[in-house]
C-alpha cells in the first residue's frame, strides 16, 4: 500500500467505524430510553448525553468521509467533550453518587474509540507507513471492542489501543504540512518541478508582456505551457498520481493554451489577464492539496 493509499484507507475506515459507532449509539439508547431495563442503574443525564452524541457521532463520519481536515476537527471536539463527561462522572462515581462503574468504563470505551479516530487521521499527513498501520489497527481493535459487549472492554484493553497509534520513540516529528504526500521517486519530483518552474516563467513573461502591450510576446509565454509542454511521466509513475491531481494539472495546460488562442483572436488585454487570474486558480487549488515527498 502507498502511503496516499494509506492515508485514505486509515480516513474512510475511521469514518465507517464513527458512522457505525454513533448509530450502535443511537440504537441503544434511544431503546433503554423507551423503557428496555439495561441491567444496571442508569443515570438519565449521561444516556441522553449519549444518545444525542450518537447523531454527532455519525454526523462527524460523514464529514471525515468528504474531508480529513474537517473529519479530524470533528472527532477532536467528540473526545474532548467525552472526555469532560468522562471525568465528571468518574468523580461523581468516587463520590458514591448515581453512577454505576457499567456507565464509566462504557464513557471511557467511547472516549478511547473517538481518541482513536482522531489520532489515526491527525497522523494520516506524513506518517511513517509502519505507524499508519498501528493506527488501522487499533481503529479496528477499538471498534470490534465497541461492539462486543462493554463490560469485556476492561481498561487494560483500552489502554493499550491508544497507545498503540502514539508515535514510536524516535519516529521523526509531525509534519505540520497537512497535505496530501505524492509519494514520488526522485527523477519523478524533479519533472513534476521542473514542469511547475515552466509554468512560473510563462506567468512572468506573460504579465510582463502584457503590461507592454506585446501580444506576440504574450502568446509564446501561454504557449510554453501548454499540452505540449506537459512532462510525459512514465505510465508507473502516472498510476501513482491522484486522478484529482492529474486532472487539474492537464486542465491546466489545456487553459494555457486556450489563452494563446484568446489572445491570437484579439481578446484585450484586461480579458487576457482575467483569463490568467482564472488559471491561477488551479495553481492555489492543486498547491493547497497536494505536496511532493520523496521515496523512501
Ligand atoms: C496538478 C497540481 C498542480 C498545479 C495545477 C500546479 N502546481 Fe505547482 N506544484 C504542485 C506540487 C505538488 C508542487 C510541489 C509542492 C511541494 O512539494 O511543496 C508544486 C510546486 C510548484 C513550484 C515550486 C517549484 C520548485 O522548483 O520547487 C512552483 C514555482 C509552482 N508549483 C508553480 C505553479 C504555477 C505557476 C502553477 C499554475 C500556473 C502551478 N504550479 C500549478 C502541483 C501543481
Known amino acids: 500500500m502507498t502511503s496516499t493509499q494509506l492515508q485514505s484507507t486509515v480516513r474512510v475506515l475511521g469514518s465507517v467505524v464513527a458512522i457505525v459507532f454513533g448509530i450502535v449509539t443511537i440504537l441503544a439508547g ?21 444518545t444525542v452524541m450518537g447523531v454527532l457521532y455519525v454526523a462527524a463520519g460523514v464529514t471525515l468521509w468528504r474531508s480529513a481536515r474537517r473529519g479530524k476537527q470533528a472527532a477532536g471536539t467528540i473526545f474532548t467533550l467525552n472526555l469532560l463527561v468522562l471525568i ?20 471511557t470505551l467511547r472516549t478511547a474509540v473517538w481518541l482513536a479516530i482522531f489520532l489515526s487521521v491527525a497522523w494520516r ?34 489502554e493499550q489501543s491508544a497507545q498503540a497509534v502514539m508515535p514510536a520513540h524516535g519516529s521523526p516529528p509531525l509534519d505540520p504540512d497537512e497535505r496530501t ?17 515552466v509554468m512560473l516563467t510563462s506567468v512572468q513573461e506573460f504579465v510582463a508582456a502584457a503590461a507592454r502591450g506585446d501580444t506576440a510576446a504574450m502568446r ?5 505551457s501548454g499540452v ?9 509513475m502516472q498510476q501513482r498520481l491522484p486522478a484529482e491531481f492529474l486532472r487539474l494539472g492537464m486542465s491546466t495546460h ?43
Open 88 to 107: 465528571g462522572i468518574a468523580i461523581a462515581y468516587r463520590a458514591g453518587d448515581a453512577v454505576a462503574i457499567d456507565s464509566v468504563q462504557a464513557m
Open 220 to 224: 509564446t509565454a501561454a504557449t510554453a
Open 254 to 296: 489545456t487553459a494555457w493554451d486556450s489563452l494563446a488562442l484568446d489572445v491570437a483572436s484579439g481578446s484585450t488585454t484586461n480579458q487576457a489577464l482575467a483569463r490568467l487570474g482564472v488559471i491561477m486558480s488551479n495553481c492555489v487549488a492543486c498547491h493547497e492539496q497536494f505536496r511532493i515527498a520523496i521515496e523512501p
Open 125 to 158: 499527513m506524513r506518517v511513517p507507513a509502519a505507524i499508519g498501520r498501528t493506527a488501522l489497527v487499533a481503529l479496528m481493535v477499538g471498534s470490534a471492542a465497541s461492539c462486543t459487549n462493554k463490560q469485556e472492554a476492561t481498561p487494560a484493553t483500552m
Open 30 to 50: 434511544s431503546r433503554v430510553l423507551l423503557g428496555t431495563d439495561p441491567g444496571y442503574v442508569v443515570f438519565r443525564p449521561l444516556l441522553i448525553f449519549n
Open 228 to 236: 505540449a509542454a506537459a512532462r510525459d511521466l512514465d505510465p508507473a
Open 181 to 197: 504526500a505524492l509519494i514520488l521517486p526522485a527523477m519523478g519530483r524533479h519533472l513534476v518541478l521542473s514542469e511547475m518552474r
